[in-house]
């Protein structure tokens, strides 16, 4: 293999590209270029980004924006498989990486609305083990430290990694699949384990993946620190109090009231026609992979079923009920930190019920994994926002830059047509 990142090295990637590469870049430099053409209708918007694609190292992406109670623009570009030159579409489906996180939130809000708990419930009192931090044991740690990322449940890097598994009937021969058995010890058998199993095998001393390097050195509330693995267990918890599995729940309670027909948390559960072929870059294709703490970032969905939730969101905000009630909705978007945690990224204001409120104005999340990248956001003043799903890698090293500029020139161009009355 040629010189360059290890997928090892993709554990910061995928805990904070949201940040540094995508809300970071793409949505704070919003510099209007004098060379291109103004946007001033879909058509305009359309055009640009076929430009921007045309000279890009994007496979394919796909974008929707809402504005005003509406979905203003919905397309896509480029293609869901290179070799064989099937075009990505706005059903194409793709995992979403952290974006992901956002259904947890949601689905714990509807475990909160229907009794079963609520964002101070010591998470001991449901769980069917003991979670204790060794670091500070007698400190509780309450849903809302997860929802948050101030649990003081880390993530250690080689046993998150080694979650990964390459699905039955993949090549295990390409370059790319070798490098996720040998740099992240994926696995290739495609299993995973329920979530409770993960889960304590990670947090209780002689699990098989625990360690006290699990666990931060202060108490819960005080540090932040972005936990994929705690997002999963505030999901277990959902399972839990709900009685049903999370993939089951949020099927019955999120994805069909809001007609996502083509959104599931495996790919095994959608067709496979629709599905886009994920790149480390648009030259290799990674193999189908899935991930055992699967709800931190392995939603499938297309640009027209994440539009869809979209809009509900920016409903939401606005004040219409919907899967939540008013009041269930404005809890699920309320400012959680009174006082600012220690580590908060600096392009953080402060977090709702998983969703990140950010200083340039915005709401929302980010997502990034092996061979994607995801933006979700709006502005909750202006009531507009978008969301972007891409089904290449934002990180190689040889391609990141060139990557992060035409990512910023389509968020420059979404900005422009944002603007509009």
Known sequence: LKAGPTFGGKFNHLVAMRILLLFGVGLSLFVSCSSTTPITSTDDLTARFQKIYQRSLFPGFSLTIVKRDTIAYQQSFGLANVAGQTA??????????????????????????????????????VLPFRVVNPNVPSAPILVKHLV??????????SAYLSLFSILPGESLTTDEARRMQTELKATTDGKIQLL??????????????????NFGKTAPGITYSYSNLASSLAAYIVELVTKQPFAEFTKAEIFDPLGMKNTAWFGKDLPPSQRATLYWTKEKPLPRYIHASYPDGMLHTTNEDLGRFLLAMMRAYAGQPGLLTKAGFQQLFARQFATTPVGLN???????????????????????????????AFYPDKLTGFCFMTNVDMEDGDNSYKLSESLQE???????FEALN
Do not use: C
């Open 148 to 157: 948050t990322h101030t649990s003081g449940i880390l993530d250690r890097p």
């Open 196 to 213: 409770g199993q993960l889960l304590g095998s990670y947090l209780l001393p002689g699990g098989a993946l625990y360690s006290a390097d």
């Open 346 to 376: 600096v392009k953080e204001d402060n977090y709702g019920v998983f969703w990140v409120w950010f200083k340039n104005g915005r709401v929302g999340h980010t997502g990034g994994d092996l061979g994607l990248a995801t933006l979700f």
């Open 410 to 416: 389509i968020t420059t161009a979404i900005k422009e």
């Open 88 to 125: 990505y579409t706005n059903q194409t489906t793709q995992p979403i990486g952290s974006v992901s996180k956002l259904m947890i939130g949601l689905a714990l809000m509807k475990a909160v609305e229907k009794g079963l708990l609520t964002l101070d419930t010591d998470i001991n009192t």
